[in-house]
């Protein structure tokens, strides 16, 4: 079992929260919440369609009200990438546990993203993928409790590298 009530892993589209963070919970014994898929089954659409339909400053109220409302207990969080706008829910996810950034290049997180289907980032329509990097990548760094390289091998081996940062 973790010794962590609650572990949130935070970063960019592409960077493996979702994959990274279901063995990361297998791993520690803790349930697995994954907030965009939660967003998705409160709103009844896929991200990309609410962006698509009431825009992404829509979609990161969506994200704040369902991240405050969800039981995160003894959870590992999969947050979605735009979280670090909210103070209310890094403090909130803080105040749980450790968070995570998950790093990755711009350039593994472009390929990443280009294969698979849209994902309803939330930002501006005339931000390039780069300018939301620029951007994010500042505010992952100061809520991050740790920040692992989610390049550095294969699913399992960040996901065991994540367990060894939260051992030490």
Same mark, same amino acid.
């Given at each position: 079992?973790?010794?962590?009530?609650?572990?949130?892993?935070?970063?960019?589209?592409?960077?493996?929260?979702?994959? @990274?963070?279901? $063995?990361? %919970?297998? +791993?520690?014994? =803790?349930?697995?919440?994954?907030?965009?898929?939660?967003?998705?089954?409160?709103?009844?659409?896929?991200?990309?369609?609410?962006?698509?339909?009431?825009?992404?400053?829509?979609?990161?109220?969506?994200?704040?009200?369902?991240?405050?409302?969800?039981?995160?207990?003894?959870?590992?969080?999969?947050?979605?990438?735009?979280?670090?706008?909210?103070?209310?829910?890094?403090?909130?996810?803080?105040?749980?546990?450790? @968070?995570?950034? $998950?790093? %990755?290049? +711009?350039?593994? =997180?472009?390929?990443?993203?280009?294969?698979?289907?849209?994902?309803?980032?939330?930002?501006?329509?005339?931000?390039?993928?780069?300018?939301?990097?620029?951007?994010?990548?500042?505010?992952?760094?100061?809520?991050?409790?740790?920040?692992?390289?989610?390049?550095?091998?294969?699913?399992?081996?960040?996901?065991?590298?994540?367990?060894?940062?939260?051992?030490?």
């Amino acid at each position: 079992m973790s010794p962590f009530n609650t572990i949130s892993l935070v970063g960019m589209p592409g960077a493996g929260k979702s994959t @990274v963070g279901v $063995l990361v %919970a297998k +791993l520690t014994g =803790l349930g697995f919440v994954d907030t965009d898929l939660e967003i998705q089954v409160r709103e009844a659409a896929t991200l990309q369609e609410i962006v698509d339909s009431k825009g992404h400053h829509y979609l990161r109220r969506v994200e704040e009200e369902v991240l405050l409302d969800l039981d995160l207990d003894h959870a590992l969080v999969s947050t979605g990438g735009s979280v670090v706008y909210s103070i209310a829910i890094m403090e909130r996810l803080k105040s749980l546990g450790p @968070v995570i950034y $998950l790093q %990755a290049d +711009l350039a593994t =997180l472009e390929a990443r993203v280009a294969a698979a289907p849209p994902r309803g980032i939330a930002s501006d329509g005339g931000d390039t993928f780069a300018d939301v990097y620029a951007e994010r990548t500042p505010l992952y760094v100061q809520y991050a409790d740790h920040t692992v390289d989610a390049c550095a091998g294969t699913p399992e081996q960040v996901a065991q590298s994540i367990v060894a940062v939260l051992s030490a």
